[in-house]
C-alpha cells in the first residue's frame, strides 16, 4: 500500500492525473495548483469547463492555505465532520486556479476521511483538485474496477483503496455570511448537518443553469433508461414477463429471479442502501435490460439523498456521443 500511494504521489507531482479513492466516491484527482494538470481532469472526463472541482485536502489547518475569510460555521462544521464527506463552498485564494473554480471566487473544499487519500495528501505539499472519476454524466465509481472499466486507457494510475464506505457524494455547503445554504445534498444528511448548526437553506440544486452553483442535472445516469416508481409493487406486477430490471431498498417478497433485481440494504438500513446504490446501477446497467425500475425511497435521511440520485438518473439518460 506504502509503494501504490507513493507511486500516486510521484505521478501527482509530475502533473499527471491519479484515480484515488476517497470515502464517498474515487476522484480523479491532479495538482490544484497546475492549470495543465486540472485541464487533463476536464479533457478526461469531457466534463464541461463551467462545472467547478472539489479540491481535497489534509487537514482543517490547511484551509487557510486555500480559503480566506471563512465563517465561523464552516469552522464549526468542519470540526464536527472532517475528515469525511461534506465539503464546503468558501472564498477562494489566488493560489488556487481558476481552473477548479470554473472562474468562480468560490472554492469547494474538503478533507476526505479514506486513510489511503488522507496518507496520500499528507506525502504532498500541493491539495488535490478531484471530481468523481466518471465520464460526464454517467454512474459515480465506487470500485476502482468501476474506474477501470470508465476510464483505464484514459489515465496512467488507479489507486486501490477497496469500495467506498459511503459509496455517495459529499454534501455541499455554502455560506451567505454566517447563513450556510445547501447546494447538494449527500452522505450527510440534511437533518445531521442542521443539528450541527441550525436550519438551511437549501438551493434549487435541480437546476441546470451553470450559473448556479451545485449540480446540473445530467448526472448519475446509467446507459439503460432508468425509471424512479412510487408504486413499485404494481410495476414489478406488470413487467413480470419483460426484460426490464428492479433496484429495491428491500425486495418484499416479489417472486423474481435474482438477476433481475438487486435491493440495496435487506434490513432497511438507509446508509447501508445509499453505499451499494452506484454499484448496484452500475451491475444493473450491464445487464442489457430493457428498462430499470427502481423503487422510491422514503423521504427522510439518506432517503432523500438517495432519491435525488435516482432522479437525476431517471432525468435524462446518458447519451453516448454528448458534445458539450
Ligand atoms: O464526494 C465527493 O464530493 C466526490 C469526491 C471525489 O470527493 N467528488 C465529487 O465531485 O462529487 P463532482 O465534481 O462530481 O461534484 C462536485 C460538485 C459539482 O456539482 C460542482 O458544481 C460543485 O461540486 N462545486 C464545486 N465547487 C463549487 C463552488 N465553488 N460553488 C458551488 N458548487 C461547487
Ligand atoms: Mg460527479
Request: with cysteine; net charge negative; aromatic share 8%.
Amino acid at each position: 500500500m506504502i509503494k501504490t500511494i507513493s507511486k500516486a504521489a510521484t505521478l501527482l507531482q509530475d502533473g499527471e492525473v491519479v484515480a484515488i479513492p476517497t470515502e464517498t466516491v474515487y476522484g480523479l484527482a491532479a495538482n490544484a495548483f497546475n492549470d495543465e494538470a486540472v485541464a487533463q481532469i476536464f479533457q478526461i472526463k469531457n466534463r464541461p469547463l463551467f462545472n467547478p472541482l472539489i479540491v481535497h485536502i489534509k487537514s482543517i489547518e490547511y484551509l487557510d492555505v486555500v480559503a480566506t475569510n471563512i465563517p465561523p460555521i464552516a469552522y464549526q462544521l468542519a470540526h464536527t465532520f472532517w475528515p469525511g464527506p461534506l465539503t464546503l463552498v468558501l472564498e477562494k485564494k489566488s493560489n488556487v486556479s481558476t481552473m477548479v473554480t470554473s472562474g468562480k471566487n468560490t472554492l469547494g473544499v474538503r478533507m476526505p476521511s479514506h486513510p489511503v487519500a488522507l496518507a496520500l495528501l499528507k506525502q504532498l505539499d500541493f491539495p488535490l483538485a478531484a471530481p468523481s472519476a466518471n465520464p460526464f454524466g454517467y454512474i459515480s465509481p465506487t470500485t476502482s474496477e468501476h474506474v477501470r472499466s470508465q476510464l483505464g486507457d484514459k489515465i496512467p494510475y488507479i489507486l486501490e483503496g477497496g469500495s467506498c464506505e459511503r459509496g455517495i457524494e459529499s454534501t455541499i455547503v455554502g455560506f451567505d455570511g454566517n447563513k450556510p445554504i445547501l447546494y447538494r445534498v449527500g452522505a450527510i444528511s440534511n437533518e445531521e448537518i442542521e443539528s450541527c448548526i441550525g436550519k438551511l437553506t437549501v438551493i434549487n440544486t435541480a437546476s441546470a443553469n451553470p450559473e448556479a452553483p451545485g449540480m446540473i442535472n445530467k448526472h448519475y445516469s446509467p446507459r439503460t433508461k432508468f425509471v424512479v416508481s412510487e408504486q413499485i409493487a404494481e410495476v414489478v406486477l406488470e413487467n413480470v414477463n419483460r426484460n426490464v430490471g428492479f433496484l429495491f431498498f428491500k425486495n418484499e417478497n416479489f417472486s423474481l429471479p435474482s438477476s433481475r433485481y438487486i435491493e440495496l440494504s435487506d434490513t432497511k438500513n438507509l446508509v447501508e442502501a445509499a453505499s451499494n446504490l452506484y454499484a448496484a446501477m452500475h451491475r444493473l446497467d450491464q445487464m442489457n435490460l430493457d428498462v430499470i425500475y427502481a423503487e422510491k425511497f422514503p423521504d427522510k435521511g439518506l432517503g432523500i439523498t438517495i432519491n435525488d440520485r435516482l432522479h437525476r438518473a431517471q432525468e435524462e439518460n446518458f447519451e453516448m456521443n454528448i458534445t458539450l
